[in-house]
Nanobody
Framework: QVQLAESGGGSVQAGGSLRLSCRAS????????MGWFRQAPGKEREGVVV???????TFAGSVRGRFTLSRDNAKRTLYLQMNSLKPEDTAMYYC??????????????????????WGQGTQVTVSS
């Protein structure tokens, strides 16, 4: 089993920054596909970013250039640095770990919830 615990959400004004953290425990490995999804009220869940191990991260177009992803393998923690935040970034952000056998691709994972493990989420609110 895998447990994912997110933290770092909060309220910020447009143009500000936040860093989300996701600490993993249980059966996790450096080579696992991990990432972040988000869901705004009344909207479909949206993939934000996924990456395998320390490899290249694939970002959604809406956040590319503003968000960065990093890992501290010793701490088993995934970080999402969010800069130049916009009101449309307001959402509940979920850390995910994709099960082996599923492709590590946002286009494949979006619209699904059964591809792996999810954290409880952390709220990000951006005011204009």
């Amino acid at each position: 089993q895998v447990q994912l615990a997110e933290s770092g959400g909060g309220s910020v004004q447009a143009g500000g920054s936040l860093r989300l953290s996701c600490r993993a425990s249980g059966h996790t490995y450096r080579s696992d596909c991990m990432g972040w999804f988000r869901q705004a009220p009344g909207k479909e869940r949206e993939g934000v970013v996924v990456s395998i191990g320390d490899g290249i991260a694939t970002f959604a177009g809406s956040v590319r250039g503003r968000f960065t992803l990093s890992r501290d393998n010793a701490k088993r923690t995934l970080y999402l640095q969010m800069n130049s935040l916009k009101p449309e970034d307001t959402a509940m952000y979920y850390c995910v770990q994709v099960r082996v056998g599923w492709p590590c691709m946002l286009t494949t994972l979006e619209g699904r919830a059964d591809f792996g493990y999810w954290g409880q989420g952390t709220q990000v609110t951006v005011s204009s």
